[in-house]
């Protein structure tokens, strides 16, 4: 059980908030014109409400994970599973690539780097990839060592 917004979640609630997501991972996917397989039907990590990591199949190699969809109160954007088969690599990936689009963006620039987002969005968005760096970092998340 997690506790959010001041109210305690139960896994029924927990699972239908990842269950309602999928579908807008989906559209999302098409919206970027990504070529993949199947969606996972619960997502490999997440803190319902905040922030999901999803699975997505290779369209060129069956069965095996060939992108990774971060979706939340933050950016929706992917990445690629090459280098990263693990959700905390990949959580990572996805920060850092926040922060290095960021440091790129010119001063004045209308949106940030290649991802589109308002250059308003900046100190959100600076905020998020430290949180996802956060849980990236945080080995107690992590129980499987082998991917520190």
């Known amino acids: 059980m997690i506790k959010s917004d001041d109210k305690e979640w139960d896994e029924a609630e927990e699972e239908a908030w990842c269950r309602s997501v999928r579908p807008k991972v989906i559209d999302?996917?098409?919206?970027?014109?990504?070529?993949?397989?199947?969606?996972?039907?619960?997502?490999?990590?997440?803190?319902?409400?905040?922030?999901?990591?999803w699975a997505i199949e290779s369209a060129k190699s069956p069965g095996w994970v060939g992108w990774w969809v971060v979706y939340g109160n933050l950016p929706t954007d992917y990445c690629s599973a090459d280098e990263c088969r693990h959700p905390r690599l990949a959580l990572r990936r996805l920060a850092e690539s926040w922060k290095q689009a960021l440091s790129e963006t010119m001063p004045g620039a209308p949106t940030i780097g290649a991802l589109g987002i308002p250059s308003d969005f900046a100190p959100l968005l600076a905020s998020r990839a430290e949180t996802l760096l956060g849980f990236a970092g945080d080995d107690g998340l992590w129980p499987d060592e082998m991917y520190g």
């Open 28 to 53: 999302y996917l098409a919206s970027q014109k990504v070529t993949h397989g199947q969606v996972g039907n619960l997502p490999a990590w997440h803190v319902a409400p905040y922030v999901s990591l």
